[in-house]
């Protein structure tokens, strides 16, 4: 079943880690280099979504690629649409990590109008394959998507699951709920659509409490409401009596990391893409719940996480 993953569900992942800190928008300044690389293969801006995971992810990338020669350095922003002017990176921007359904709904929309025809299904390569054209026309090349799946996902409290035998969203059909999430969660297919026409449940209200935020989760906790918008990945759930529901419709894209390369660069610099389909072999969905729980519950920095990955792996 297909499914649209709208523009404005870019945000949808980015406040995942209660530890995120806001970079800043402007491009045009230099990130910090963690690893200080020697630049004898050139520079590399890594760019990206303020959120935990994806601060872990491009840390990752700037160290392995400060490795092989390269001067690279991160600077992470709000929202996708800063990094991606008009459907494509600006010429400050070469790397960026990536979600298979995120990036191909957004130059879907952008290209086509929030009514177009959506080109994401559960399945990355039939997803990636569908955006080829409008990813050859931006110039971005989407490297080997990695095991490590990351998409939108509904919790309740451990006694609400116990007491209405609910571990899946099927299990709420007809039943009648307050959500809590982010705001434009009502109007999208893989969120309140969904839940209403996919599922058959009765959504009350939605309360725009945010994605995943710390008002989400009291709210749930306190009763206000039953369900909360959070993501697949998210490290915190088990620490905070929360219990994941299984999407068992699939209303969900894939959402699969990706590295997105400017095709320009990566012609003149093909050594990055074994680099990273390296890294995205090594990463799998359970391996990225523990590195995010490692930031959001141990609190841990981002680059040392993405450190003692790279090396347990024999990456770095």
Do not use: H
Request: proline letters at 3%; a negative charge.
């Amino acid at each position: 079943m297909q499914v649209r993953r709208l523009a404005a569900s870019a945000l949808a992942i980015s406040t995942i880690l209660l530890g995120a800190a806001c970079a800043g928008d402007d491009l045009a300044s230099d990130g910090d280099s963690a690893s200080g690389g020697s630049g004898d293969k050139g520079t590399v801006k890594i760019s990206g979504q303020d959120f935990g995971e994806v601060q872990i992810v491009a840390s990752m990338y700037e160290q392995l690629l400060d490795a092989e020669g390269y001067d690279a350095s991160v600077q992470l922003v709000g929202t996708r649409d800063v990094y991606m002017e008009d459907g494509q990176f600006p010429e400050s921007v070469q790397l960026v990590p990536e979600y298979v359904g995120g990036i191909v709904d957004f130059l879907n929309v952008t290209a086509n109008g929030p009514e177009a025809e959506p080109l994401t299904t559960p399945d990355a390569e039939e997803s990636i394959e569908a955006a080829s054209s409008l990813l050859e026309e931006r110039g971005i090349t989407l490297l080997d998507p990695s095991a490590a799946v990351d998409t939108n996902g509904f919790f309740v409290t451990e006694e609400f699951s116990e007491a209405e035998g609910v571990t899946k969203l099927s299990d709420l059909e007809g039943m009648s709920v307050v959500v809590a999430g982010a705001p434009d969660c009502a109007d999208r297919t893989d969120c309140g659509k969904g839940l209403t026409e996919d599922y058959g449940i009765d959504v009350t209200e939605f309360l725009p409490l945010g994605f995943a935020s710390a008002d989400v989760f009291k709210s749930v906790a306190d009763g206000e409401s039953q369900l909360g918008l959070t993501s697949t990945t998210d490290g915190t759930l088990e620490s905070q009596g929360m219990v994941l529901l299984e999407d068992d419709k699939q209303i969900q894209p894939a959402q699969n990391l990706v590295p997105a390369v400017s095709t320009e660069w990566l012609a003149d610099n093909q050594d990055v893409e074994g680099i990273l389909n390296d890294l995205m072999a090594a990463l799998t969905t359970e391996k990225l719940t523990e590195l995010n729980g490692q930031v959001s519950v141990d609190r841990a920095k981002p680059e040392d996480v993405a450190t003692e990955f790279l090396e347990s792996e024999g990456l770095l």
